[in-house]
């Protein structure tokens, strides 16, 4: 016989040791929607709302708003936006049901369910986890992408949109027309200075409509700035299997986190908001320290892990940080090339954040597989890698160690080319490019990095045309080719610099 599945009727049956929401949910009233509602949403912004539901009972309930697969009708839905977010730090669980999403809406097919949630006077903040490429912006400018094919056919029908930028345009003109009341747009996708790049797309899409809709959005609609982080892997049916096993009860959306959490919000809003920093939050009045720091330091290390971990045969980052070699090199890169390329952050210590940051990646019961954090790479790499190259190179550092996790991403979308046998299957918008440029030359590193280097959509021009970053590129991408990747980091990590751009024999 199957376990009773989580429901509102379920909560007071449950295990005196799974936390319970502590406020009446039936009062609850939307106020706040959020699009993309995956796994990271639920452990972060949907907690601290929790927590916050719980302090100082305010109706912010959320109404959660997909865009894109997966469907929430059949999880989420059918639990009433119920479910338990477990914390794991090694041998350790904690498990809590979280109450603040009040209903759930599935629009991948058609935006009118999304638009009738944006558009709705009751919602006074909109908060969204779209992943990188959602935005349809180009990573090395910021800017909206007005050839990508989304954009193409919201412009062309603006009342049916298909993209973010073309839906929240669209919301936005629906308020405008009835009246309605001011609106905070709040990023919280890992992108620097992802509110001026969420303004940038929504503005320059209404600007394309025309009307006095980028008039409006002037007056009415404020685009904070925030950094978040906490890790959370991809849920697994191991982890909804051992929700039932420990706690007797089925949950369908069982999402997995680490104890840690940050949340930094830009003081700047549009009309009421949630006081999220009653509850652990920090509102700010400059975010790009704090986002820098995380980008740079801990998204810096978990992409260069993730390259590095896969063309050493590592599956998770945990195992990745069990290398020595591995983990020497991380921090080496993180404390010589990477430290000194950011501003003091109040209240914190950098080499400290280095060390709390490393620590967090060797939890063994996060088990974050390398290939999910290596997807959309193309999407990561410009704030995690290549400013911090490009901010070395302007002061004269060196950038060996930087160049080798860059290399590592170029590697990793070469070898799943027909070239290289199709070693793993990856997710990356320029996947197919880079495919293709691999299997038109092949094992020549100097001129697939040529090719690479000129897609500028991902490297700006300057930086690929300077003679230092193109030598450790080509050095590094010719060893992580190799026989001997593992053999090339280690001479890397070993130096000097002459040794650093000595490259091992290509494999064919």
Same mark, same amino acid.
């Given at each position: 016989?199957?376990?009773?599945?989580?429901?509102?009727?379920?909560?007071?049956?449950?295990?005196?040791?799974?936390?319970?929401?502590?406020?009446?949910?039936?009062?609850?009233?939307?106020?706040?929607?959020?699009?993309?509602?995956?796994?990271?949403?639920?452990?972060?912004?949907?907690?601290?709302?929790?927590?916050?539901?719980?302090?100082?009972?305010?109706?912010?309930?959320?109404?959660?708003?997909? =865009?894109?697969?997966?469907? $929430?009708?059949?999880?989420?839905? /059918? !639990?009433?936006?119920?479910? %338990?977010? +477990?914390?794991?730090? @090694?041998?350790?669980?904690?498990?809590?049901?979280?109450?603040?999403?009040?209903?759930?809406?599935?629009?991948?097919?058609?935006?009118?369910?999304?638009?009738?949630?944006?558009?709705?006077?009751?919602?006074?903040?909109?908060?969204?986890?779209?992943?990188?490429?959602?935005?349809?912006?180009?990573?090395?400018?910021?800017?909206?992408?007005?050839?990508?094919?989304?954009?193409?056919?919201?412009?062309?029908?603006?009342?049916?949109?298909?993209?973010?930028?073309? =839906?929240?345009?669209?919301? $936005?003109?629906?308020?405008?027309? /009835? !009246?309605?009341?001011?609106? %905070?747009? +709040?990023?919280?996708? @890992?992108?620097?200075?992802?509110?001026?790049?969420?303004?940038?797309?929504?503005?320059?899409?209404?600007?394309?409509?025309?009307?006095?809709?980028?008039?409006?959005?002037?007056?009415?609609?404020?685009?904070?700035?925030?950094?978040?982080?906490?890790?959370?892997?991809?849920?697994?049916?191991?982890?909804?299997?051992?929700?039932?096993?420990?706690?007797?009860?089925?949950?369908?959306?069982?999402?997995?986190?680490?104890?840690?959490?940050?949340?930094?919000?830009?003081?700047?809003?549009?009309?009421?908001?949630?006081?999220?920093?009653?509850?652990?939050?920090?509102?700010?009045?400059?975010?790009?320290?704090?986002?820098?720091?995380?980008?740079?330091?801990?998204?810096?290390?978990?992409?260069?892990?993730?390259?590095?971990?896969?063309?050493?045969?590592?599956?998770?980052?945990?195992?990745?940080?069990?290398?020595?070699?591995?983990?020497?090199?991380?921090?080496?890169?993180?404390?010589?090339?990477?430290?000194?390329?950011?501003?003091?952050?109040?209240?914190?210590?950098?080499?400290?954040?280095?060390?709390?940051?490393?620590?967090?990646?060797?939890?063994?019961?996060?088990?974050?597989?390398?290939?999910?954090?290596?997807?959309?790479?193309?999407?990561?790499?410009?704030?995690?890698?290549?400013?911090?190259?490009?901010?070395?190179?302007?002061?004269?550092?060196?950038?060996?160690?930087?160049?080798?996790?860059?290399?590592?991403?170029?590697?990793?979308?070469?070898?799943?080319?027909?070239?290289?046998?199709?070693?793993?299957?990856?997710?990356?918008?320029?996947?197919?490019?880079?495919?293709?440029?691999?299997?038109?030359?092949?094992?020549?590193?100097?001129?697939?990095?040529?090719?690479?280097?000129?897609?500028?959509?991902?490297?700006?021009?300057?930086?690929?045309?300077?003679?230092?970053?193109?030598?450790?590129?080509?050095?590094?991408?010719?060893?992580?080719?190799?026989?001997?990747?593992?053999?090339?980091?280690?001479?890397?990590?070993?130096?000097?610099?002459?040794?650093?751009?000595?490259?091992?024999?290509?494999?064919?």
């Amino acid at each position: 016989m199957s376990a009773e599945k989580l429901s509102p009727a379920l909560l007071g049956r449950l295990p005196s040791e799974v936390r319970k929401p502590a406020y009446d949910r039936a009062a609850l009233k939307p106020g706040i929607a959020h699009i993309g509602v995956g796994a990271f949403h639920r452990c972060h912004q949907a907690e601290y709302t929790d927590d916050l539901l719980a302090k100082d009972f305010d109706r912010w309930g959320l109404v959660g708003i997909n =865009i894109r697969p997966p469907l $929430l009708a059949g999880t989420l839905g /059918r !639990q009433s936006g119920l479910y %338990t977010r +477990l914390i794991r730090q @090694n041998d350790e669980v904690e498990a809590r049901v979280i109450g603040s999403i009040v209903r759930v809406v599935d629009s991948q097919d058609s935006a009118a369910p999304a638009l009738d949630v944006l558009a709705s006077a009751d919602i006074q903040m909109v908060t969204m986890t779209v992943t990188e490429k959602g935005y349809c912006h180009i990573p090395s400018s910021g800017a909206l992408d007005l050839d990508h094919p989304d954009i193409v056919h919201d412009l062309a029908n603006p009342e049916t949109p298909r993209s973010v930028p073309g =839906i929240l345009a669209r919301a $936005l003109e629906l308020r405008m027309a /009835r !009246q309605g009341r001011p609106v %905070t747009l +709040l990023s919280c996708d @890992n992108i620097p200075a992802n509110g001026i790049i969420l303004s940038n797309v929504v503005r320059t899409f209404a600007e394309r409509r025309g009307g006095k809709l980028a008039d409006w959005i002037e007056a009415n609609v404020a685009f904070p700035a925030a950094m978040v982080d906490r890790i959370v892997p991809a849920t697994t049916e191991a982890d909804i299997d051992a929700v039932e096993q420990r706690f007797g009860y089925r949950d369908g959306a069982v999402v997995v986190g680490e104890r840690f959490r940050q949340w930094v919000i830009e003081n700047r809003f549009a009309g009421r908001v949630p006081r999220w920093d009653l509850v652990g939050a920090t509102f700010v009045d400059d975010v790009t320290p704090f986002e820098h720091l995380k980008m740079r330091v801990l998204n810096g290390a978990q992409t260069t892990l993730s390259y590095l971990g896969v063309l050493g045969g590592f599956e998770h980052t945990f195992e990745t940080m069990a290398n020595p070699l591995l983990a020497r090199f991380v921090r080496r890169m993180l404390t010589e090339e990477t430290l000194p390329t950011l501003t003091p952050v109040p209240g914190i210590q950098p080499a400290a954040y280095v060390e709390q940051s490393l620590s967090r990646l060797t939890n063994t019961a996060i088990r974050h597989r390398n290939h999910q954090i290596a997807t959309d790479g193309s999407q990561k790499i410009v704030q995690r890698l290549l400013n911090p190259i490009r901010d070395r190179l302007a002061k004269g550092g060196d950038i060996a160690l930087l160049s080798v996790a860059v290399a590592g991403w170029m590697a990793y979308l070469i070898k799943a080319s027909a070239r290289f046998g199709r070693a793993w299957q990856v997710s990356d918008p320029f996947a197919d490019k880079i495919a293709a440029i691999a299997d038109r030359i092949g094992t020549d590193s100097k001129a697939l990095v040529d090719s690479i280097l000129a897609i500028d959509a991902i490297f700006d021009p300057a930086l690929a045309a300077n003679a230092t970053f193109r030598a450790h590129i080509i050095a590094g991408l010719g060893g992580l080719l190799s026989n001997d990747p593992m053999g090339f980091v280690g001479q890397v990590c070993a130096g000097p610099t002459d040794a650093r751009l000595k490259q091992p024999t290509r494999s064919a």
